[in-house]
């Protein structure tokens, strides 16, 4: 039988607030990174079920010893917990595509997982440890990378990957990027939740919200630059629903990321040899969840301006743009590829 026809190639994008897989027979989904254990016989006897992963997770988190595992993009150091529930985020992206892992004929899996480009080289041992059993052969990559891969975005192009822990950012010069071609940033979507969250308090002390509704709001609403409309939400006010008007708190704490993230952007592409910075400018690609930020892409080309000017489009699936690059590298990889760079 031919080699394809026994293994199965998966792409997983390991995310901080969402995580997706693309596999080779076509299936694609995505999840929340949550996961969740019933905290006592009352949840039990509710729940039904021994562990709770994704959106159930969070629907039902009153109930839930809930984890959100991955901080900044890698697991949090130290808590077996935490590693376990990773390992059943794994678990469940590699059920939900179709893969059977206890089936007496189950095919063989490889399997390409996307990490931040900081945790390709400080967790790589945590994460092998962690990625034991869930697949015959696993091999990391950085999430930027991944996504120029499934773009074929792999000459002349800077790839800056905004998610939830972390922006992650990666020149592409026709060859495996180096370290000195990637960098990573704590400046994204948690960073934005905790200013807005902050500002939000000091406007509206008496206000209600969990960050969970805060991460709604900032999902449908966020944006840089001058507001086309303003931005109400409605929450509790000592008891009673009330409309909040949240413009300028959005605005400013979706704008906190913009200097570091154009400072990065800048200092990579000043390392690019002088005949090809033109290039690279003119080829920079936004991806992730907060590459959906309004205004995002108008804001780094007018730091570009400084440069010479250069032009930033975004992907356009952010959510499998990440799984379905690193599923392109697990097809395309020879054995001699797995071998080398496989855990």
Known sequence: MDENNETLYAGIDLGTSRSSISASNGERHVIDSYVGWPVDMVARKLVRKP?????????????LDLRRPLERGIMKEGSEKDQEAVQELLRHLISVAGIKQKAKNKPRVRAVVGVPAEAFRVSRQNLRHTLEGIADSVMLVSEPFAVAYGLEALLHALVIDIGAGTADFCVMQGRY???????????????????????????????????HMLREWKEKSSFVGEPKSRVVVSAPVKGKATDLDITTEM?????????????????????????????????????????????????????????????????????????????????????????????
């Open 51 to 63: 562990v709770l992963v994704g959106r159930e997770a969070l629907d039902n988190r009153p109930m």
């Open 251 to 343: 605005r400013t704490a979706c704008e906190s990321i913009l200097a570091p993230v154009c400072e990065t952007m800048i200092a990579l592409l000043s390392k690019v040899e002088p005949e090809f910075q033109s290039k690279v400018r003119n080829n920079v690609i936004v991806a992730g969840g907060s590459s959906l930020i309004a205004g995002l892409p108008e804001a780094l080309e007018q730091a570009l301006v400084e440069l010479g000017g250069g032009h930033v489009t975004v992907v356009k699936d952010p959510v499998f743009a990440g799984s379905d690059g690193s599923l392109a590298i697990a097809r395309d990889a020879s054995g001699a590829d797995w071998e080398k760079l496989s855990l």
């Open 177 to 211: 990027p180096t370290d000195e071609d990637q960098k990573t940033l704590p400046n994204a979507g948690d960073a934005i939740d905790e200013q807005l969250a902050k500002l939000v308090r000091e406007r509206y002390p008496d206000a209600q919200f969990s960050i």
